[in-house]
């Protein structure tokens, strides 16, 4: 065998001994770098996955060691969650669980107010640029002599390198904490994004569709004027969009705001009278007038009382509804899955997911919490008919 050839064959069986090595790595040591959600999660398991898992249970108040192995701790940490949300009592972090932690992250962030103790800050009024002070300190030149430095003052500028959002400029391959709040605001106005913490090319694409609703410089670099225009958009989005709030009355119906625009007040009326008609799948959606109605069915049948529908749409198809993000008066939620409408201030929804329930039973009813619904894990899209 020629040297040439002999060289040739001891490199092959080298990378044939190198992929061998891969291959027989077990599947935990290969998943090690795997993104929260991307698997299923059980005791036992490593990863930085799990180690994503434990802080951010932390974070929310579920103290759990971020050791990255899938403990006892850990365990009872996500069971204690998922007693505490409803949640099947396993101990295993499948998607809804992660989708769950994600939404109560994104509320925990989006609810907020300011405290001096922990640096946090509120929706309207963005966390205010940090003074940095240098502290009085003491060089020991001699045993004798000793020299003091005099105070200094450094205001940090609002693209200077915090974690809070809209204290630095994001730009795609950044990450932090505030990647994960700006990730949590798109989702909540109308741009649905993954909460990971991580600015890549799906969250560029979302903060450049905000910015072009918002006329804003749409080049996908979020600085601090985006964070302004975000937070008011937020702001709306949980406040249902209006700029005075509908009254439930003690008989179920609702009464539009004085002031309330014209069609704001004909999607209430319409509304007002289905509120007796018990949930039935796919009811409101063969006719307007039904025996029952279903969360899309009812949801059509608001809009279309105003004229702002001409035939029924299911929830999938709510989600490309008139314009983007929360509207003025008039807010839609909508994914695969389930749909409401936030008129005024107030949803309308055919789910009960707590709260007073007026008439009694299942089915289209005004409810007093705008989002209530975003604790499901669903991936809403928001939207809003264009002009309210």
């Known amino acids: 065998m020629s040297l040439v050839r002999r060289v040739f064959v001891l490199r092959f069986a080298v990378v044939l001994a190198i992929v061998a090595g891969v291959a027989m790595l077990p599947a935990a040591a290969i998943a090690r770098s795997t993104r929260l959600g991307s698997r299923t999660l059980r005791e036992g ?84 640029p940090k003074v940095r002070h240098k502290r009085r300190t003491t060089k020991r030149k001699s045993k004798a002599v000793q020299k003091t430095t005099t105070d200094t003052t450094t205001t940090v500028k609002p693209d200077g390198g915090s974690q809070h959002l809209g204290e630095r400029t994001l730009r795609l391959g950044m ?14 106005v109308g741009y649905p994004t993954g909460v990971d ?86 009811g409101g959606h063969a006719r307007w007038n039904d025996s029952g109605y279903d969360c899309s069915g009812a949801v059509s049948y608001a809009l279309h009382g105003a004229g702002l529908l001409s035939s029924p749409e299911d929830s999938t198809g709510l989600e490309s509804y008139g314009s983007p ?29 707590g709260g007073p329930n007026i008439p009694s039973g299942t089915g289209p009813r005004w409810r007093s919490n705008p989002t209530g619904n975003l604790a499901d894990g669903g991936n809403y899209v928001v939207r809003h008919p264009s002009g309210l």
């Open 45 to 128: 398991m490593k990863g930085s996955d799990v180690k994503t898992l434990q802080s951010d249970l932390t974070r929310i108040g579920v103290r759990t060691r971020a050791s990255g192995y899938f403990g006892s701790q850990t365990v009872r940490s996500v069971r204690n969650f998922e007693r505490a949300h409803h949640l099947a009592v396993n101990g295993i972090v499948g998607g809804r669980f992660v989708r769950r932690l994600g939404t109560v992250l994104v509320s925990d962030s989006v609810t907020a107010v300011a405290d001096a103790s922990s640096g946090g800050s509120s929706i309207l009024a963005p966390a205010k």
């Open 325 to 353: 993000g929360p509207g003025k008066w008039i807010t839609i939620y909508a994914d695969s899955g389930h749909t409401w409408i936030v008129v005024a201030g107030i949803a309308f929804d055919t789910a009960d997911y």
């Open 197 to 282: 913490g991580a600015f890549g090319p799906a969250t560029k694409a979302n903060v450049i569709q905000f910015q072009q609703v918002q006329g804003l410089n749409a080049n996908g670099v979020f600085n601090y004027a985006d964070n302004l225009a975000l937070r008011q958009a937020v702001a709306l989005a949980l406040a249902g969009g209006a700029v005075s709030k509908a009254t439930i009355n003690s008989n179920g119906t609702a009464t539009a705001p004085s002031g309330a625009p014209a069609l704001v007040q004909k999607v209430i009326a319409a509304a007002n009278q289905i509120i007796d008609k018990p949930y039935r799948y796919a």
């Open 175 to 188: 990450h932090g904490h505030d990647v994960r709040v700006l990730q949590g605001y798109l989702t909540l």
